[in-house]
Nanobody, 119 residues
Framework: QVQLVESVGGLVRPGGSLRLSCAAS????????IGWFRQAPGKEREGVSC????????YYADSVKGRFTISGDNAKNTVYLQMNSLKPEDTAVYYC????????????WGQGTQVTVSS
């Protein structure tokens, strides 16, 4: 019922930018926070950013602060992750996830999308 679909990632050169989107459905009547995670080969999955259901509170991992921006468009039921000044270490599969407010577990996940930063 609840579904999250990420946009297609891609290949970006160092210093470049890319915007990912997460289209959500099945959330009618509920309040969720949306988070972005990523997992690089040989590394654990890490949280990148998250946004409250109202959009009034955001979180960024130290590794992406000042470079990434999360935002939401309630009318389109979509959350975005704007990634600027990309570095090779940003290369990973990026996942969109959702959790109900007042909980800590992300129970709904998108399929993931590959982002590669390379020259």
């Amino acid at each position: 019922q609840v579904q999250l679909v990420e946009s297609v990632g891609g290949l970006v050169r160092p210093g470049g930018s890319l915007r990912l989107s997460c289209a959500a459905s099945g959330f009618t009547g509920d309040y969720y926070s949306i988070g972005w995670f990523r997992q690089a080969p040989g590394k654990e999955r890490e949280g990148v950013s998250c946004i409250s259901s109202s959009g009034g509170a955001t979180y960024y991992a130290d590794s992406v602060k000042g470079r990434f921006t999360i935002s939401g468009d309630n009318a389109k039921n979509t959350v975005y992750l704007q990634m600027n000044s990309l570095k090779p270490e940003d290369t990973a599969v990026y996942y969109c996830a959702a959790r109900k407010i007042l909980t800590t577990s992300y129970n709904y996940w998108g399929q993931g999308t590959q982002v590669t930063v390379s020259s």
